[in-house]
Nanobody
Framework: QVQLVESGGGLVQAGGSLTLSCAASGRTFSSYSMAWFRQAPGKEREFVAAITWSSGNTYTVGSVKGRFTISRDNAKTALYLQMNSLKPDDTAVYYC????????????????WGQGTQVTVSS
């Protein structure tokens, strides 16, 4: 059974940094892509960044490019999101997700999801 467990969220002041982690278990992810999404209150779930597990190729949405970095640790089967220069608009629940094959920016195409971790950025 695949499990994705996020951690690392919290409250931070604008301009600060946080690193989110996602521990993945239950299968081999070498043929998978993994991604971070976020959802603010009253808004749709939004794609943030993705990584192809085997190659390490990444894709980051324009609104966070240059501030957020997605990475993975093959040995630990862990996914990370380093978030710098945080803004109040980054406040949301952040989710880790996985799907077989290439990445997608559509949350509907992801099979596995974590429970989410809250990130709150104060002004």
């Amino acid at each position: 059974q695949v499990q994705l467990v996020e951690s690392g969220g919290g409250l931070v002041q604008a301009g600060g940094s946080l690193t989110l982690s996602c521990a993945a278990s239950g299968r081999t992810f070498s043929s998978y892509s993994m991604a971070w999404f976020r959802q603010a209150p009253g808004k749709e779930r939004e794609f943030v960044a993705a990584i192809t597990w085997s190659s390490g190729n990444t894709y980051t949405v324009g609104s966070v490019k240059g501030r957020f970095t997605i990475s993975r640790d093959n040995a630990k089967t862990a996914l990370y999101l380093q978030m710098n220069s945080l803004k109040p608009d980054d406040t949301a629940v952040y989710y880790c997700a996985a799907r077989s094959g290439s990445y997608s920016t559509s949350p509907r195409l992801y099979t596995y999801w974590g429970q989410g971790t809250q990130v709150t950025v104060s002004s």
